[in-house]
């Protein structure tokens, strides 16, 4: 798109790592893995007031795979700015970011960067003295923090029993040099069910143990309804009321061994009572 005034950029190609001119790589949101550490471009708005294409070229075998423009921001610290096109080439490959405006700061540099990943599950009600498996997903390595009532902080499974209600916020690493964070909450309440028990994994291989989930003492509370979900919120059983018979399967096929999420609705003298859990189907 053609500009309707008159405007002068400069450019400066800096053949040197830009944390020793001052842009630390490491000073970086987290969603940007890794900056170019060889080289890295100064771009200069000098006058005008309109936006511009940038594109920067480099050659993959020398220079490395890159997958965004990253651009030094004022917080400090280095943020990606989504580009819009990376276009293989010979020699060159061509990543591009189209109509360009904030140029407060001038250093630019190839970098990878990440979509958020790391998901630590849905919130859930547990009665007090009970335990619960979190079972968060998204990258390789899981930190947990607060440490109160978990088996461990660094795993990806921790059982966790609170006895108050509690957000356990968790941060995920990807390998690639970025991490992310997510959180969950857990609602403790005392139980208003004395016998009533919610299992939260079933083992359906046929040998008779564990095949089908069975909630304790449901029947005594049959105004109920059961419906589970996946990971993505599809869900994949509805029975109203639920009959204790659910072997992990969908239309009559068997659902692949993970970890999915139940939503219980019991009405019990005239209030209903809602119960929300993972369940995990081991194959």
Same mark, same amino acid.
């Given at each position: 798109m053609l500009a309707a005034n008159e405007n002068h950029y400069k450019a400066r190609f800096a053949?040197?790592?830009?944390?020793?001119?001052?842009?630390?790589? /490491?000073?970086r949101f987290h969603l940007v893995c890794q900056i170019n550490p060889n080289w890295y471009h100064r771009l200069y708005h000098?006058?005008? !007031? /309109? *936006?511009a294409d940038i594109s920067i070229l480099y050659d993959e075998t020398a220079d490395g795979v890159w997958n965004d423009i990253a651009h030094w921001q004022v917080v400090p610290e280095w943020q990606g700015i989504f580009r819009d096109a990376n276009t293989p080439g010979t020699p060159f490959t061509r990543m591009s970011k189209y109509r360009w405006d904030n140029y407060d700061m001038s250093p630019f540099a190839l970098a990878i960067t990440s979509k958020s990943f790391a998901v630590a599950g849905i919130d859930t009600l547990i009665w007090r003295t009970d335990t619960i498996q979190l079972n968060p997903f998204g990258g390789d390595n899981y930190v947990w923090s607060p440490d109160y009532n978990l088996s461990c902080t660094d795993c990806q499974t921790p059982l966790a029993w609170p006895d *108050? !209600?509690?957000? =356990?916020?968790?941060?995920? =690493? /990807?390998?690639?040099?970025?991490?992310?964070?997510? !959180?969950?909450?857990?609602?403790?309440?005392?139980?208003?069910?004395v016998k009533f028990f919610i299992p939260n994994a079933i083992t359906p291989n046929g040998d008779g143990y564990n095949d089908r989930w069975y909630i304790r003492d449901l029947e005594r509370y049959p105004d109920n309804e059961v419906r589970i979900v996946n990971r993505w919120g599809d869900e994949v059983f509805y029975q109203k009321p639920y009959q204790n018979e659910w072997t992990g399967t969908w239309k009559g096929e068997e659902l692949p061994g993970a970890t999915y999420y139940y939503i219980i609705k019991i009405k019990f003298n005239n209030e209903v009572q809602d119960f929300n859990g993972p369940l995990t189907v081991v194959r």
């Amino acid at each position: 798109m053609l500009a309707a005034n008159e405007n002068h950029y400069k450019a400066r190609f800096a053949n040197i790592d830009p944390t020793l001119e001052g842009f630390d790589r /490491d000073d970086r949101f987290h969603l940007v893995c890794q900056i170019n550490p060889n080289w890295y471009h100064r771009l200069y708005h000098i006058t005008g !007031s /309109d *936006s511009a294409d940038i594109s920067i070229l480099y050659d993959e075998t020398a220079d490395g795979v890159w997958n965004d423009i990253a651009h030094w921001q004022v917080v400090p610290e280095w943020q990606g700015i989504f580009r819009d096109a990376n276009t293989p080439g010979t020699p060159f490959t061509r990543m591009s970011k189209y109509r360009w405006d904030n140029y407060d700061m001038s250093p630019f540099a190839l970098a990878i960067t990440s979509k958020s990943f790391a998901v630590a599950g849905i919130d859930t009600l547990i009665w007090r003295t009970d335990t619960i498996q979190l079972n968060p997903f998204g990258g390789d390595n899981y930190v947990w923090s607060p440490d109160y009532n978990l088996s461990c902080t660094d795993c990806q499974t921790p059982l966790a029993w609170p006895d *108050s !209600s509690i957000t =356990y916020n968790l941060t995920v =690493y /990807d390998g690639q040099g970025c991490h992310d964070y997510d !959180s969950l909450r857990v609602l403790v309440r005392d139980k208003p069910f004395v016998k009533f028990f919610i299992p939260n994994a079933i083992t359906p291989n046929g040998d008779g143990y564990n095949d089908r989930w069975y909630i304790r003492d449901l029947e005594r509370y049959p105004d109920n309804e059961v419906r589970i979900v996946n990971r993505w919120g599809d869900e994949v059983f509805y029975q109203k009321p639920y009959q204790n018979e659910w072997t992990g399967t969908w239309k009559g096929e068997e659902l692949p061994g993970a970890t999915y999420y139940y939503i219980i609705k019991i009405k019990f003298n005239n209030e209903v009572q809602d119960f929300n859990g993972p369940l995990t189907v081991v194959r």
